[in-house]
């Protein structure tokens, strides 16, 4: 074990020592021990033996402690874990996992906090967070009497007491070894670095109340049943604010436990560690690596029961169930939104369509009111829906799965809708536009047919041809409007705004002359058919009766009413008699395979 100094400049600019041991492999992963009030380094002594056979081990004096320098006079937390970082600095370790005792435990989670780079870990024993107004009047009251820096017997007293409530008013002869190691500590302490070091203990058990949920490394914390002042329950509430936190509560034991029962705490801390053990992964790289998956852009939205409206968007949906009808979106704990969601007994998810954009950006925002700003609904359920998505589920709560730094928010499926709109996409970080080429047709320069299958209230759109058929709207080119040729000039002489989402046929028709390429595409439309245009809306039922002339347009309408009941929609390639129907989707083989 060797033993060392770090110096680095104080907040006044004076130097300022850090005495430090160090133990155990070099090269393995680093772990910082910083003890509690009153103790020093060799408080650590159990922990050290046994860390130290699997990682490089790292035990300091905090200030005013052991061989450390005072703290000042106005002691901060920072003055402790800019200590904890000199220390790092001074050996070249460019980040550790750091473990704390009581006020250590505060200045673990200090340092993790303040200097996120510098921390892989941290684990907090024995920690204290938001005392009752009773343990808070009593530790003010312990501080203010060591302020007074009183006689030796004074001190003495106060030493007493401390272990008393450490180890028990009749302290068991098994702990009796500890308890006189605990003595001697606080006998040895400065009197002046321990009262600075208590009046910052007593009051900063809230300091980190509205931190812990941007805590960006696992953590974990430990204490036991029998502490009266660092309770399970102080300790279970840090562990549901940290997104990475976990909790362990180890039975009949007390304040010292890391000395009373150092078996069950080194056991416990170095399955932490080996937790970390893994090569770390880069959260940039990871995030640019899920980025290259391809997803749609959903808004979540729910409306909460004083009746404030709520949404975000995301792209982390999926279904779930069919049978109960479930689905499921995830929302990060550091999430402003996160608190609403995760108590939310209802919510709905808008798939948005190709042209939302607009509302994917607006509720990526912190736009005051993102609803004044977008047309939606109430779904059957309650939460407001998106006008205009591709589709929609408007669900209750089935449950709330915590999952690392996310929840996943499962819904019961109370109401859905769909429309022919195409998705909008998202991948790379960029929208996707997943209607399959329309920008590219535009720019054709060799003639086609371009046509559309346009769906509305379980109706298609069909035109009178003028020789008593029908026909499909199309056009010798996709734009623009203004063109009487192209398939928008002549949706819009039919008085109607096309809503075109995906490609649905490319065929040739030999000897049709110039415009032997046709190209079809799915979706629908917006507006009221203008009276005398020769439109007409033929429902799906009777397709196969209306008097289509062109073969062709007969046997693509008959496919598309087969994979509308079906949704199972392709994308035909060949000729006019003969081709290939290329699926967009492969459907799963076997559901749970």
């Not at 790289?285 to 808004?299: E, H, N, W």
């Amino acid at each position: 074990m060797a033993e060392g100094v770090a110096i680095h400049a104080g907040r006044d600019g004076r130097p300022v020592r850090t005495r430090y041991v160090r133990a155990g492999l070099a090269g393995a992963m680093p772990v910082v021990l910083v003890h509690g009030v009153g103790m020093a380094l060799e408080a650590w002594e159990p922990q050290i033996a046994v860390l130290s056979r699997h990682h490089d081990v790292i035990a300091l004096d905090m200030p005013g402690h052991g061989g450390s320098s005072l703290p000042p006079a106005d002691a901060r937390l920072s003055d402790y874990s800019d200590a904890v970082i000199a220390v790092l600095d001074h050996l070249d370790i460019k980040a550790a996992v750091v473990v704390g005792h009581s006020m250590g435990a505060l200045v673990a989670l200090d340092t993790a906090l303040a200097h996120p780079s510098r921390v892989r870990g941290v684990a907090a024993l024995n920690a204290v967070f938001c005392r009752t107004p009773e343990q808070r009047a009593a530790v003010l009251a312990r501080a203010t009497a060591l302020a007074g820096e009183g006689s030796a017997a004074s001190r003495e007293e106060s030493w007493v007491a401390a272990v008393r409530r450490w180890f028990g008013a009749d302290i068991p002869p098994s702990l009796q070894t500890a308890a006189e190691r605990v003595s001697g500590l606080l006998a040895a302490c400065d009197p002046v670095g321990y009262a600075r070091t208590y009046a910052l203990f007593a009051s900063s058990d809230e300091v980190h109340r509205e931190r812990l949920t941007t805590l960006a490394v696992p953590a974990l914390f430990m204490t036991a049943d029998g502490d009266p002042n660092s309770t399970p329950a102080m300790s279970q509430a840090m562990a549901r604010l940290a997104p990475r936190g976990s909790v362990e509560i180890l039975p009949g034991e007390r304040h010292m436990m890391n000395l009373t029962a150092p078996d069950a705490v080194n056991g416990r801390l170095l399955g932490f560690l080996d937790g970390l053990a893994t090569p770390a992964v880069d959260p940039k790289a990871f995030r640019q690596a899920l980025g290259a998956f391809l997803t749609g852009v959903t808004v979540v939205a729910t409306r909460t029961p004083d009746g404030e409206l709520r949404g975000f968007t995301a792209n982390s949906f999926s279904s779930v169930s069919l049978d109960p009808p479930l689905i499921l979106v995830c929302i990060a704990k550091t999430a402003s939104s996160y608190p609403v969601f995760s108590a939310a007994g209802h919510f709905a998810v808008s798939i948005l369509a190709a042209h939302q954009k607009d509302v994917s950006a607006l509720f990526a925002s912190k736009a005051a009111d993102k609803f004044a700003a977008s047309q939606w609904h109430p779904g059957p359920a309650g939460s407001p829906v998106i006008d205009g998505a591709s589709a929609w589920f408007d669900c209750t709560r089935q449950d709330v799965v915590e999952a690392g730094d996310h929840v996943i928010l499962i819904g019961r499926v109370a109401g859905f809708g769909t429309s022919p709109a195409a998705p909008l996409g998202y991948c790379r970080g960029a929208y996707v536009d997943v209607g399959l080429g329309q920008e590219a047709l535009a720019r054709r320069d060799e003639p086609a047919r371009v046509g559309a299958i346009l769906e509305r209230d379980g109706a298609v759109l069909l035109v009178e041809d003028g020789r008593g058929g029908l026909e499909l709207p199309a056009g010798t080119c996709l734009e623009p409007p203004a063109n009487p040729r192209s398939l928008r000039g002549a949706l819009a002489r039919l008085g109607i705004e096309g809503e075109l989402g995906f490609l649905f046929a490319v065929f040739e028709t030999p000897g049709a002359g110039e415009a032997s390429v046709s190209i079809y595409y799915r979706g629908g439309f917006a507006g009221e058919p203008r009276p005398g245009s020769g439109a007409r809306l033929v429902p799906l039922a009777e397709i196969a009766d209306a008097p289509v002339p062109d073969a062709a347009v007969r046997a693509m309408l008959a496919r598309y009413v087969r994979e509308r009941s079906e949704d199972t929609f392709g994308i035909y390639v060949g000729d006019a008699t003969r081709g290939t129907v290329h699926p967009l989707a492969t459907p799963a083989a076997t559901a749970g395979a």
